[in-house]
């Protein structure tokens, strides 16, 4: 069965802390994995984007890594601002076309405290 | 910021009214979903549409119908509301660009059926 997994569930950290949110995901086939922010009352907007072949990518403070031989998946945040106070998504794509499919998780809520 | 419009952006409503999400894009784009997500939990796919006249069935059952007369226009309808209907409505458009499709979320309806 295809899923996406996301831990932790939540996350509380001081402001200007480092976190790691991970994504496991058991979907095959494999064309891409995104990382979404969805702010509260908000729709959900991408963040990066990793192939197959990528390993890591950075979407300045976010960086997003794969590793699709463990299908696992991490989004480091740097140096946390109170806006980063968001649900962040994992989402994996079956396939690279308008035929693929979408799988979505749950999300970690992280909470940035000042 | 994606041009992807969504009203209303809060509904409260008594059960058996019919009522109608309207969602609009001015981003040309072809591909059009619907997805329903409730507080901590992952989005589910209820409609998509492929472009003009294309509707088709996500995989979540839902008792709401969608239309696509215009590229621009994607409006979900609910003709009885009920309690279980409580939800939060998200509507997207996709982009696909090298193999790679872009999912553009807007804002969300918050849907309470009393």
């Known amino acids: 069965k295809n899923q996406v997994e996301q831990s932790p569930q939540s996350l509380i950290i001081l402001e200007g802390k480092n976190c790691t949110l991970q994504?496991?995901?058991?979907?095959?086939?494999?064309?891409?994995l995104r990382w979404y922010k969805q702010d509260t009352g908000r729709g959900p907007v991408s963040l990066t984007i990793?192939?197959?072949?990528?390993n890591t990518k950075s979407n300045g403070r976010y960086t997003a890594t794969l590793d699709a031989d463990t299908k696992q998946s991490s989004l480091h945040i740097t140096a946390s601002q109170l806006s980063d106070s968001a649900s962040y998504i994992c989402?994996?794509?079956?396939?690279?076309?308008?035929?693929?499919?979408?799988?979505f998780g749950r999300g970690t809520q992280l909470t940035v405290w000042p | 910021e994606a041009d992807i419009y969504q009203t209303p952006r809060y509904l409260v409503i008594g059960t058996g009214k019919k009522i109608t999400l309207e969602c609009s894009q001015t981003?040309?784009?072809?591909?059009m979903y619907w997805y329903q997500q409730d507080p901590g939990m992952e989005l589910h796919l209820i409609h998509y549409?492929?472009?003009?006249?294309?509707?088709e069935k996500g995989d979540l059952s839902s008792e709401s119908t969608v239309s696509r007369i215009r590229t621009e226009h994607f409006p979900l309808t609910l003709e009885s509301a009920r309690p279980s209907h409580t939800s939060q409505y998200l509507c997207?458009?996709?982009?696909?660009?090298?193999?790679?499709?872009?999912?553009?979320f807007g804002p969300g309806t918050r849907l309470l059926v009393l």
């Open positions: 997207a458009s996709s982009l696909t660009q090298n193999l790679q499709e872009t999912q553009y």
């Open positions: 994504c496991n995901y058991t979907v095959s086939p494999f064309s891409n």
């Open positions: 990793m192939t197959f072949s990528e």
């Open positions: 989402v994996v794509s079956d396939r690279g076309s308008t035929l693929g499919r979408l799988y």
């Open positions: 981003m040309g784009h072809d591909k």
């Open positions: 549409s492929y472009g003009v006249n294309s509707t």
